[in-house]
């Protein structure tokens, strides 16, 4: 978890990685954040049913919360699109949304999203249910810019949310939450080395390091930190033919609001960031995914790399504001997002849950991957091939409007 002892041990290994593949000026920054540590939660009904939650595979607390108890009747958003909370009578109640975005919304709603729009409604607290069934609880920051948030938010299984929602049809149904946590100040790092000539012109390999608390976090975002650091390696192999510094720079506290991607784009000089390809979600599938935010030589780049090796690929090519990309982004500095994805879909995946361990990760997924990411890396090193950039009003005008409100409500707008 971000800011916590284990994101700390984290970057002392991948520090030591980087020295052992050879990577130079290899370096810790250090900054800090607004952490915030997990403890003891519980959701109590009363009414047409009277009945007690509070296992972990039921429920538990998401980051960024406020500890407290809160009160009130059940009220279902359903997928908590504006116009679901626009057609529920939310205030003073406990208001409960899915973790899932209809396929046809035209683009995907964030929890922060619809744990603010509760909170504007007068909820008195907000229940997450996941839609991927196996009794796993969601996780996921809420507070962002605002830590903490401003009502306790908890997240519960898809079955506990099952549950809920048929003790609902049976007349009066009252919830009490409970969220035992505590938020303080802490430190988090970022993780730096170089490979190639020392060009003031660099091409970032970014990922980042933290996870949640409640597992592994192998896939998001473990296999992003060994990608990048795999394509270190792979580059190190052919450093003499590099013509271009690249950085593998991983961020720490990415999941509390992309702080250590902010962290560094504010100290970077942006003149000299050529692109920034970021690792975050790549393992779980052999079908590569990548959204290059609207800038032509990157999609070009990796199309051309996977017709080449064969590799599946899907696109989706829209200004997004997220991953560690979307800092640089904001800014007009070309950025791509990569991740895997199962062509048949089915969200976030094990993400954000218990269920994120190593067994789900297919170490011949990693292989392909590394080496479809290096290929790509060395395309855009070479100082013949443009990547244009934008000023920052034109990536203001690509960016969706409910994407616009999305980060206004978190407090992350950046115009």
């Known amino acids: 978890m971000a800011g916590q002892e284990s994101e700390r041990q984290g970057s002392k290994i991948l520090r030591d990685y980087f020295e052992n593949i050879g990577l130079r000026n290899v370096h810790l920054d250090e900054f800090g954040i607004d952490g915030w540590w997990r403890d003891f939660s519980s959701l109590e009904t009363a009414g047409s049913h009277d009945r007690a939650y509070s296992k972990d595979y039921q429920i538990i607390a998401l980051p960024g919360t406020p500890a407290g108890t809160a009160e009130g009747r059940l009220v279902d958003v359903g997928y908590g699109r504006p116009q679901d909370f626009e057609a529920a009578d939310c205030g003073g109640k406990v208001v409960m949304a899915s973790s899932e975005t209809p396929d046809d919304y035209g683009r995907w709603i964030h929890r922060m999203e619809k744990y603010v729009n509760a909170a504007d409604a007068g909820a008195t607290a907000f229940v997450f249910q996941n839609h991927i069934e196996g009794c796993l609880p969601p996780t996921g920051e809420v507070g962002y810019n605002n830590r903490p948030g401003p009502i306790p938010a908890v997240g519960v299984s898809a079955e506990l949310g099952s549950r809920l929602e048929r003790h609902v049809e049976h007349g009066e149904f009252n919830v009490t939450v ?20 020392d060009t003031s012109e660099v091409v970032l390999v970014t990922a980042h390091i933290d996870t949640h608390d409640i597992a592994e976090g192998a896939n998001d975002n473990g296999a992003g930190s060994v990608l990048a650091t795999e394509v270190g390696r792979l580059l190190k192999q052919v450093e003499d033919d590099l013509e271009t510094r690249v950085r593998i720079l991983v961020f720490g506290s990415e999941e509390i609001g992309l702080k250590g991607a902010y962290y560094a784009m504010n100290t970077l000089d942006h003149d000299d960031v050529k692109c920034v390809v ?14 290059p935010n609207e800038f032509d030589e990157l999609l070009t780049v990796f199309e051309k790399v996977t017709n080449e090796l064969s590799v599946p690929l899907i696109t989706n090519n829209t200004v997004s504001p997220h991953g560690d990309q979307w800092a640089f982004v904001q800014e007009g500095i070309p950025g791509v997002m990569i991740s895997s994805e199962n062509p048949n879909g089915n969200g976030r995946g094990w993400g954000h849950t218990h269920a994120d361990t190593l067994d789900k990760i297919d170490i011949r997924d990693l292989r392909g991957h590394a080496i479809t990411i290096a290929d790509a890396v060395y395309a855009l090193a070479e100082p013949n091939r443009e990547v244009a ?7 203001r005008e ?3 409007e409910g994407y616009e409100q999305e980060l206004k409500l978190g407090d992350r707008w950046p115009y």
Do not use: F, Q, W
């Not at 970021?278 to 959204?291: C, E, M, P, Q, V």
């Not at 950039?389 to 990536?395: A, F, H, K, P």
């Open 389 to 395: 950039s934008r000023v920052r009003e034109e990536t």
């Open 398 to 400: 690509l960016l969706d």
């Open 278 to 291: 970021n690792i975050d979600g790549a393992g779980r599938h052999r079908t590569l995914s990548i959204n």
């Open 178 to 197: 409970n969220v035992d946590c505590e938020n303080e100040p802490t430190k988090s790092h970022n993780i730096a080395g170089d490979v190639g000539p």
